[in-house]
């Protein structure tokens, strides 16, 4: 069976420092991976997505970046956090073909800019 | 692009009551997904159902694609069926085009 994990659950961070979320799938080949924010709240907001290695699309214009450097690994990235990004980010998978709507979601990153 | 909206935003009920949560639709959809997002934020997944009606337990949904729009039944509620659900569509058969709604909140009271 399939599993998603990302990481750290919670993160406190100064304004200006790097930032760094990871997640990994196991269990299937070439899934599309996304990224979304939750702010408090509010609904989800689609960041980033990713249909294979290096292969990354963006949402929304933002001070975060995406990097897919393997099949199942997807990293959320930004050089200098602002207090805007605060909020709890969700990795998610989908089948690629068919079935690319189920959505499959890790267990979320609780972030804090202070 | 398409619209999706839940309803009611919030929902108060005593234990053992049955709720009703609706989602509608702006234009026709390929896919549709309820998630229950519980207090610790994890979404669990409930039902991927593009059309017609799933059950699974206390739970059951339905979807009617060509009226735009999907209900999500919960019958004999339980505390731990506190939370937010939250309905999702895919627009195209595309990977971006997941869209989902605000959300409905439900408290069930003991």
């Known amino acids: 069976s399939q599993t998603i994990h990302q990481w750290p659950a919670t993160l406190v961070q100064p304004v200006g420092s790097p930032l760094s979320l990871e997640c990994t799938v196991e269990g299937t080949s070439n899934p599309n991976l996304y990224w979304y924010r939750q702010a408090a709240g509010r609904g989800l907001q689609l960041l980033f997505y990713?249909?294979?290695?290096?292969?990354i699309s963006s949402e929304v214009p933002q001070n975060l970046s995406a990097s897919r450097p393997q099949d199942r690994q997807f990293i959320l990235s930004s050089k200098k956090l602002l207090l805007s990004d605060s909020g709890f980010y969700l990795c998610?998978?989908?089948?690629?073909?068919?079935?690319?709507?189920?959505?499959?979601f890790g267990e979320g990153s609780r972030l804090t800019v202070l | 692009g398409i619209q999706v909206e839940q309803s009611p935003p919030d929902l108060i009920l005593q234990e053992g009551a049955n709720s009703t949560l609706r989602c509608n639709f702006s234009?026709?959809?390929?896919?549709l997904q309820w998630f229950h997002q519980n207090p610790w934020g994890q979404l669990i997944n409930l039902f991927y159902?593009?059309?017609g009606t799933k059950q699974n337990g206390r739970l059951s949904a339905t979807t009617v694609a060509t009226e735009r729009y999907s209900l999500l039944y919960i019958s004999s509620s339980q505390t731990t069926d506190s939370g937010v659900y939250f309905c999702?569509?895919?627009?195209?058969?595309?990977?971006?085009?997941?869209?989902f709604g605000s959300g409905t909140r439900l408290s069930i009271r003991p």
């Open positions: 999702a569509v895919e627009r195209y058969s595309s990977a971006s085009k997941i869209i």
């Open positions: 998610a998978w989908s089948f690629t073909g068919v079935n690319t709507g189920e959505l499959f």
């Open positions: 234009d026709s959809v390929n896919n």
């Open positions: 990713s249909i294979g290695i290096d292969q």
């Open positions: 159902i593009p059309s």
